[in-house]
Nanobody
Framework: VQLVESGGGMVQPGGSLRLSCAAF????????MSWVRQAPGKGPEWVSA????????IYSNTVRGRFTISRDNTKNTLYLQMNSLKPEDTALYYC????????????RGQGTQVTVSS
């Protein structure tokens, strides 16, 4: 099982980024997936989750209305479109396999850094 995130970088407040998570070594379409972030000095914070077929998407209160999770099972890839970024969104973002019914996470990637700063 391997999850590889990309798309992070530095952006000004109000800007946008699109993160990707490529999945290898397992049947991606059989797994609910999540995005989780961890800011320096803080614990992990769950951001969003999506069901296997993409029909169900849920968000934390801090990102709802600004972030959109999606997936392309033909490409074994998970996405996170992040708009209206704020300095408090600065964190290491990683994807993880997830059971959306219990929110229990399994395998995760190494993450991609997002920095929001003027």
């Amino acid at each position: 099982v391997q999850l590889v995130e990309s798309g992070g970088g530095m952006v000004q407040p109000g800007g946008s980024l699109r993160l990707s998570c490529a999945a290898f070594g397992f049947t991606f379409s059989s797994y609910d997936m999540s995005w989780v972030r961890q800011a320096p000095g803080k614990g992990p914070e769950w951001v969003s989750a999506i069901s296997t077929g993409g029909r169900t998407a849920i968000y934390s209160n801090t990102v709802r209305g600004r972030f959109t999770i999606s997936r392309d099972n033909t490409k074994n890839t998970l996405y996170l479109q992040m708009n209206s970024l704020k300095p408090e969104d600065t964190a290491l973002y990683y994807c993880a396999t997830t059971d959306i019914a219990t929110m229990r996470q399994g395998n995760r990637g190494q993450g991609t850094q997002v920095t929001v700063s003027s």
